[in-house]
């Protein structure tokens, strides 16, 4: 199954997997050969992929995945390779929430920002890295 | 006829001016390929979304709860130009057309009655329309720090506009860019951003898929994406324009310079013989007559 991972400014992998566990808004998925053809959004969070015996992690933030006949296609807004993920990047997509959860306090949506800086908390705890604490 | 003194001055000055063009021809050409490189990575994503993006909007346009980025706000009455140029000049006519194009834009919006505002991306689009706009502009994003441009940039830009659209500053938006052909050709254009327009060439395909959220939830998520998509697109085939038109314009430059050293040097060549002719007459002259 062709796997893809592209990010605005540059595709980051291309392969052949044998699975895909992706971080959707709505729980994670694991996809394997032949899944039905399904699009969802992504939820910041860590995508793996099993490829030739080796798993492959990436941290990815916004954007969604394409599941279609001919494989995965995963369009992420910000995508690093789990292992190059450093503090100041957490940092400033934290910050980035937080920004994105202040404008929606203005607007009195709050649910979905909330969600989302709660998602990369949780995000910044699976890859071993601490989030500032937000503040809601 | 000028003395020979000035001529030598004169040809060299141009020298220095012809080693200055060259320089720059080449550095042009160095971003140029780094430029069209950071180009082609964005593209595998761009087309990726904007077929999703197409897809999922053709089946919710009309439906009266399609989100207003996809549907509009129900009337055209402000327009919104975000005209894209570079930061710097010397790049030939790049600036200039594409000011050109968001001035007939905006002179024929003004015509049919319609109000007009600009927003200016890089400082050389606005110079240019402040004279016969000034009064329309409503911001200006400075480019002039970015070293590489990167998908962040964009998304400011997005952020800034998407701001002002929440706030019901504007219904239609449309951006001011050159699409990127070749060295020689770069093409102004002008696509509309807000409402999403569905590409004329969409064709639906086979495949039905399932949507996780809804179908609703993913467009509401994905329309402020695609405006950010679009305007990193378009400032990256700027990029690739703005310095493959410098790249032509500084070979004409370089060309130019040639030709003029070439013929200065033709004069200089033709006074310093008619100085030599005219001494030799003097000693002839002068050693006949004794």
Known sequence: MQFDLVSPERSLASMDATAVQIPGADGDMTIMADHAPTITTLRPGVLKVEAGGNTHEFVVTGGFAEIGTMGVSVLAEQAVARADMTQEQLDAMMDDAQDTYNRAKEAGMVDDAAKLMADMVAMGGEIGLSTKQPSL | ?290
């Not at chain 2, 909007?57 to 140029?85: E, Y």
């Not at chain 2, 110079?127 to 200006?140: E, I, S, T």
Request: proline share 3%; aromatic share 6%; net charge negative.
């Open chain 2, 1 to 290: 006829m000028p003395n020979l003194k000035d001529l030598k001055n004169r040809i060299a000055s141009v020298k220095s001016t012809r080693k200055i063009t060259k320089a720059m021809q080449m550095v042009a050409a160095a971003k140029l390929r780094r430029a069209q490189e950071a180009a082609e990575m964005s593209r595998p994503y761009t087309e990726r979304f904007t077929a999703v993006m197409a897809g999922l909007a053709s089946a919710a346009a009309g439906s009266d709860s399609a989100p207003k980025l996809l549907s509009g706000t129900g009337s055209d009455n402000v327009h919104l130009l975000v005209v894209m140029t570079s930061e710097r000049g010397l790049c030939g006519g790049f600036n200039t057309n594409i000011a050109k194009l968001a001035r007939a834009k905006a002179t024929e919006l003004k015509g049919a009655g319609k109000t007009v505002k600009i927003l200016t991306v890089g400082k050389k689009g606005r110079d240019q329309l402040k004279r016969d706009f000034g009064d329309l502009f409503v911001g200006h994003v400075d480019m002039s720090e970015v070293k590489r441009l990167s998908y962040a940039d964009a998304q400011g830009v997005a952020k800034d506009v998407l701001g002002r659209f929440d706030a019901g500053e504007f219904d239609v938006a449309t951006i001011f860019f050159a699409q990127f052909q070749n060295v020689v050709t770069q093409i102004p254009t002008a696509q509309q951003i807000i409402p999403f327009a569905i590409p004329e060439d969409y064709e639906s395909g086979e495949t039905l898929y399932d949507y996780e959220p809804d179908e609703e939830a993913i467009l509401a998520d994905l329309l402020p994406r695609g405006v950010a998509t679009a305007i990193f697109s378009g400032l990256l085939e700027n990029g690739a324009s703005e310095q493959g038109a410098r790249m032509s314009a500084m070979d004409n430059a370089t060309r130019n310079a040639g030709e003029m050293i070439d013929q200065l040097t033709i004069e200089y060549n033709r006074s310093r013989q008619a100085v030599i002719t005219n001494e030799l007459i003097e000693i002839i002259s002068g050693a006949e007559a004794l």
